[in-house]
């Protein structure tokens, strides 16, 4: 999902609409590092970011063009995030690990939010297993652990 | 009426164009203040962006939604009172319908402003019309705006001509340019048969083409919400809704300007209490019918009591937006209808009550539409906090100001244009009880029967499976060398590496083969080698591979660490050809571009509004003609 910033009217119609509220919005002039501010602005890295425009995760398509997993999944120390090309059929996360995307769904029964919505989520969450300790009181299936 | 003499009608209405008393001026400048004080919050806001509002990324909507569908809903006023009730021939509606009308365009003047005003970046609006798309709500009612903007000027205009000749030929004095402004606008109208006869018709056309217009406009801003997916919005009463609140809030709307009208431009004998009484039973109806669309939205929802919907209700029921709902039900719907239910409290002072409370009640009706909804995502909320929206002194500023500015347009208008139709009220003053309303054919309809087929191409994608012959094997380590090779052994496909050292078979190296992807390599097994210093794995059946299905397999030597880390890497064939998916989101809504039979639709719809409307302005000018007969 990318968004145009220079295109963006900032009706704010697509964060009404979405029901993950996965969209956030520029209300004030941002705050862009001035080496950011400094880049010439694609709507694939999505800065400089621009008052009154809509912003969402977009899974960095700048870095995967280059080759490269998201800052998310890249940067999550416990390799929590997986990320991959759905048309390769592979997932990998920090730690260079690979999956096989549609082994791994079906083996870990990972489920996606909002699915009765027919919006067709790209995220997957894999539910816990193989707790080696008690938990309780927060949301189930956030995290996994995987080696 | 008919104790007045015609020349008193003239004279009793131009009255109203004289000069300006104390009262009048001092509430134009009034109006004028506040009107001001709003653009220079709106300046604020435009300097430091909507963060100076109380929106946020949980509201991304708020007061100044609100405020666009409460307007939007007044502009019902016009629609309903001169197209409804000329159609239907009630006779009474001679004084009103100018001041409906007015009602109309100029709430739309607000309305359209509003949603620029909630833009964050307003200086892009041309964009909608560079890169618009066919299938957003958004564009729909741009559209339906912009052609119930067009059509209430001109459907404001069209019964003003004869006016304009009465007062182009006024013999009292008039500021020259209020004479000249009169004379141009007349278009040369002296009343002649044919020009009576074009005016009739072009009055008639309109009167039936603004309705299916007011329609659309308040079904398209329902569908601004409708076609999302939140609980409250996401509903099918939406559209309806929308448009029995527009009558509500539109016929409570004409109650309060006859009324304000009455008081302050003394037109007791024009706008008498029989006006009221008319009226009353038109709100007490649509009160009805809105009170009955509002139980109907809420009583399915309790009853299913399905997670989303539940936490709305329970936020409207006894939650965070339990004084705005039941404000809304109290003020809005059970006191006026009771009002105008109980003949002692049906005075005219009773029935101006009960539509300013259904004016007050109708504004918070669309606070709980926009808001709780907002406030009621499907996602858990950070921090786990109910949600609430107070919005800040630049937002009701505002809202203050376009009210005020509303105001000062409608005041401006009825100084420079007679308020109240002198023609038609002359004309019910000459014909007395006999109706002029002759009866007449509906015009043939445009006809239109969309008969188009869509063809959907189906690629057929063949996918070859063709087994893998072995490519030559690059060594990249010169300790030992790496051969690869996709072979068939046994009727199975088998990835298979042999490790030699100074051409010399390695054994019981373990060798682990992968499959290369874009971000990682994933595994496909791992094998020691056997005393020739082969290797193998099964084949990865069913893997994606590139354009023509090839597939980067890679073997490593990872154990007998003297040979550890010799790799090589080979291109096979034999993986799934990637394709791109043929139709990435079916739903043709978000497809990159609008489907046909949608393209038909408001091309058909709008179009022949259009086409409606120039006809009706060629009739004008059709009209100067015909004052030389």
Known sequence: ?147 | MSNLQVPQVETDLIATLGPMGRRQKLTILALFVVALWGWIAYAHQARYGLAVTAMNDYFSWGIYIINFVFFIGISMAGTLISAMLRLSGAHWRGPITRLAEAITLFSLLIAGPMVIIDMGRPDRFYMILLHGRFQSPILWDVLSLTTYMAGSLLYLYLPMVPDMAILRDYPGTLPKWRRKLYTRLSLGWTGTDLQRRILDRAIFVMAIVILPVAVSIHTVTAWLFGMTLRPGWHTTIIGPDFVVGALYSGVAAVITVIALFRKFFRLERYLTPDHFSKLANLLLVFGLIYAYFVVNEHVGSIYTNEGPEQRLDRSMFGGTYTYQFWAMVLIGLVLPVLMLCVPRLRTAAGIVTASILVNIGMWLKRYVIVVPTLAAPFMPVVGGKPLNYVPTWVEWSITVGAFAGLSLMYVVFARIFPIISIWEMQESHEASANAPVASRRLPAGAGLVTGLLIAAGVGILTQSARAAETQPASSTQPSAQVALAVVTEDKEQLVRATITFNGKPVENATVQFFAGRTFGNLKLGEDKTLDDGTAAVKFPTGLPGGANGELNLIAEVTASTNYAGACTTITASGGVPARAAVEPFPRALWAPHAPIILLVVIACLFGSVWITYAYVTWQLFALRKGASQ
């Open chain 1, 1 to 147: 999902v990318l968004i145009d910033n220079d295109r963006c009217i900032g009706c704010r119609f697509c964060m009404a609409a979405c029901p993950y509220g996965a969209r956030s919005f520029n209300w004030g002039h941002p705050h862009d590092p001035p080496e950011a501010a400094a880049e010439p602005y694609s709507p694939e890295q999505g800065f400089p970011r621009r008052i009154g425009t809509v912003e969402k995760c977009d899974f960095c398509p700048d870095m995967a063009a280059q080759g490269k997993l998201p800052a998310c999944a890249s940067g999550c120390p416990m390799g929590a995030i997986y990320y991959g090309d759905e048309n390769e059929d592979a997932v990998t996360n920090s730690q260079g690990d690979t999956q096989r995307l549609s082994k791994l769904l079906v083996d870990r029964a990972a489920y996606r939010h909002l699915e009765e919505l027919g919006t067709k989520p790209r995220v997957f969450y894999l539910p816990p297993a193989n707790r080696q300790f008690p938990f309780s009181g927060a949301p189930a299936g956030h995290e996994h652990t995987h080696e």
